[in-house]
């Protein structure tokens, strides 16, 4: 089993849509949560840390559930500059002690006219 | 301020040769982190180097080594390449304790 598991898409989606990313990660005592976005052939660029309450950043909101071991990414209002490739992103070593981050394969979302 | 830096950006060896890829950290950052990112896949950990010494390794064979400077840049080299070694390979940044890794623009690496 991957540590990080994301479904690849793509997500096809029209402007102004809602859509949602689900994340699954295997190491319970992960302490630290990301999703980073990637454009194509660039570098990845975080978009928003996610905590045990979860958090929002104007169109884009981040949930967390420990039980489950589930990270979500919800994006309202869909732009044609969403279009990009989102990466889950865990630190398995907690808060305050960096070390590497584990990431998802990606999932592709593409954003129609 | 600069961002985290690479060179070179594009690179193309044949099976065998010898690589070694270069980072600059963002400034004020002490802590190199190496990433391989296959096409069509995430990033994956390749090592970190923190005070000029490897902290921590992935799954990597001993062909990918590295090395930190006393002013924080850092080396990738990678020996005897293969063919599944094409890859973009990205450098990312942070600072002592703090979580949040800056990526470098990335070298991509063909091997012929």
């Known amino acids: 089993r991957k540590e990080v598991e994301q479904d690849p898409g793509p997500f096809n989606v029209p402007e102004g849509a809602t859509v949602a990313f689900n994340c699954t990660y295997s190491?319970?005592?992960?302490?630290?949560f990301f999703w980073y976005r990637q454009d194509c052939r660039k570098e990845p660029k975080l978009l928003m840390s996610v905590y045990s309450s979860g958090n929002e950043d104007g169109r884009f909101t981040a949930q967390l559930n420990r039980a489950s071991q589930y990270i979500s990414l919800l994006i309202r209002d869909s732009k044609l500059s969403d279009s990009a490739t989102y990466l889950c992103?865990?630190?398995?070593?907690?808060?305050?002690?960096?070390?590497?981050?584990?990431f998802g394969q990606g999932t592709t979302l593409q954003v129609k006219p | 301020d600069a961002g985290v830096t690479q060179s070179p950006t594009h690179l193309i060896k044949t099976r065998g040769q010898q690589v070694t890829l270069r980072c600059s950290p963002k400034s004020g950052h002490d802590t190199v982190s190496w990433y391989q990112q296959a096409l069509g896949q995430g990033p994956q950990f390749i090592f970190q180097y923190y005070e000029e010494e490897e902290r921590q390794r992935g799954n990597f064979p001993d062909r990918f080594s590295g090395h930190q400077f006393p002013n924080y840049s850092s080396e990738l080299n990678v020996n005897a390449l293969l063919l599944g070694d094409s890859a973009l390979y990205l450098c990312a940044s942070n600072r002592g304790t703090q979580e949040t890794q800056y990526f470098g623009p990335g070298t991509r690496l063909l091997v012929l």
């Open positions: 992103v865990v630190n398995p070593h907690g808060s305050g002690n960096t070390g590497k981050l584990i």
């Open positions: 190491n319970s005592a992960s302490q630290s």
